[in-house]
């Protein structure tokens, strides 16, 4: 433990401490503050997980990258969830006649992990439940918050008996149709908004081969684009791949156009044929799972004085193009810990100071997980597409330190989101220049392209963007 932790916890009181949702980042958040030296009550309105089993309806795959894996390592759970994840070092995209594509993610070795949802957070709970300063309570329905008397009306889901509880400082993380959240948005002044995007997504699976053989490549996200809908593939251990449909809820192609068994199995074999022979329960899942939609939900303030404060979904849902979710509400845990670590019980200026940092990069992420959708779903198989990635990695290892890309800057680096979109949209104009100057790989060495490179790098330093 730092010296800064260290003093922090003894700063701090035992005065108790309240969260609103023991899913991914609610659990994550309880470790962080009893850490602190807290007392933590964590309610959840679900069954235990662990004895429950997996909810229906929610991805089983999640992608952990730089930001997920620092607040991990930061409660001492990183190395164990590292053992049981799956390195992803790049994209592989499949076309309609089966032809294989590869981009890679980063520099060598640098790779995103397929991590189950529910193994991690049964890993984080079981963590929560070995600490004596965390009370865990399950089927602990949030029904209202009285701002005004410092009040919990929690719903028992087994007895349908309703309890008053005090708080004092609460933590909602109860997702991105939290309850919490619902209070706030009835207080003077608030800003909130939710936009659904056209498209739902139903999880599929690609089975396991022989003996747990991975049947397509183990350390790849597979990507099927198809221009207005996609199909992606994450390894599990067993060696069979989650997949994820994202599909127009209307249209021709759509949902609402997939009523049989028969239509289902005709139009993957057209659109995705290589993928159809691995998925032998392909029309029992696509009728059994259900489809989930895809909403982004902005708000602020995301503090009520220093009562109440949002993190996670509660405060920033967004879509899940970017695999960022998580990783930017574990990254919410780690920046409120260094608010802690600075602030000690100061919770009104750590809320604050959290919602002014975070709110920037919270709109920055959402508007990039939009946008990763589109690259995804179309850009990835365009073949102009795929050689300017390739101009950029030979710029970056020209000019290392000063071109970093888009992708890694948010992935595998701790820059602020609102920060790397920023230096994203500078890098896509420079590219918008050097692109027409290219016709394949080794245009990059022409003399021309040299010095514009060269001009547009010494600009870039001159404006000091990094």
Request: charged share 25%; aromatic share 10%.
């Amino acid at each position: 433990m730092s010296d800064t932790t260290a003093s922090a916890v003894t700063e701090s009181t035992s005065e108790p401490l309240t969260v609103m949702g023991a899913g991914l980042v609610g659990s994550l958040l309880a470790l962080y503050l009893a850490q602190r030296g807290h007392q933590v009550e964590v309610f959840e309105r679900r069954s235990d997980l662990r004895k429950a089993g997996i909810v229906e309806g929610r991805s089983i795959n999640l992608a952990l990258s730089d930001r997920g894996w620092r607040a991990l390592d930061g409660v001492g759970i990183g190395e164990q969830i590292r053992r049981v994840g799956i390195p992803m070092y790049g994209r592989v995209m499949h076309d309609v006649h089966g032809n294989l594509t590869h981009q890679a993610y980063g520099q060598d070795n640098q790779a995103i992990f397929s991590v189950s949802r529910a193994g991690l957070n049964r890993a984080l709970l079981d963590l929560a439940e070995a600490d004596p300063r965390i009370t865990l309570r399950f089927t602990k329905q949030c029904q209202n918050v009285d701002l005004a008397k410092h009040t919990l009306q929690l719903r028992d889901g087994n007895t349908g008996q309703v309890e008053t509880v005090p708080f004092r400082h609460l933590f909602g993380t109860d997702g991105a149709f939290s309850a919490v959240r619902s209070v706030l948005q009835k207080t003077d002044r608030y800003d909130y908004s939710q936009k659904y995007l056209e498209y739902g997504y139903k999880e599929l699976t690609i089975a396991a081969g022989t003996d747990g053989a991975w049947q397509i490549e183990k350390n790849a996200l597979h990507i099927w684009p198809r221009g207005q809908y996609m199909m992606i593939a994450l390894p599990n251990l067993d060696g069979s791949f989650n997949c994820t449909l994202f599909f127009p809820f209307e249209g021709p192609h759509s949902f609402a156009s997939q009523q049989t068994g028969e239509q289902v199995r005709t139009f993957f074999e057209e659109v995705f044929p290589d993928a159809v022979p691995l998925m032998p329960e392909l029309e029992t899942e696509y009728f059994e799972n259900p489809t989930g939609s895809l909403v982004t939900i902005r708000c602020f303030p995301w503090a009520f004085d220093d009562d109440v404060l949002l993190l996670g979904d509660a405060s920033h849902a967004i879509v899940p193009f970017y695999g960022q979710g998580m990783n930017a509400g574990f990254e919410d845990c780690t920046v409120l810990n260094e608010l802690m670590g600075r602030y000690g019980s100061d919770w009104l200026t750590i809320f604050r100071e959290f919602q002014q940092q975070r709110k920037p990069d919270a709109d920055a992420i959402a508007d990039l997980a939009v946008y990763n959708f589109e690259e995804m779903r179309d850009r990835v198989a365009d073949p102009r597409f795929l050689l300017q990635k390739k101009i950029e990695s030979r710029i970056s290892a020209q000019f290392p330190g000063q071109w970093l890309s888009l992708y890694s800057q948010v992935t595998f680096s701790h820059i602020p989101y609102a920060e790397a979109l920023t230096n994203g949209r500078q890098q896509e104009q420079i590219m918008s220049r050097v692109m027409p100057l290219i016709q394949d790989e080794a245009d990059y060495e022409r003399p021309e392209v040299q010095e514009l490179v060269r001009q547009e790098m010494a600009r870039r330093e001159q404006e000091k963007v990094f």
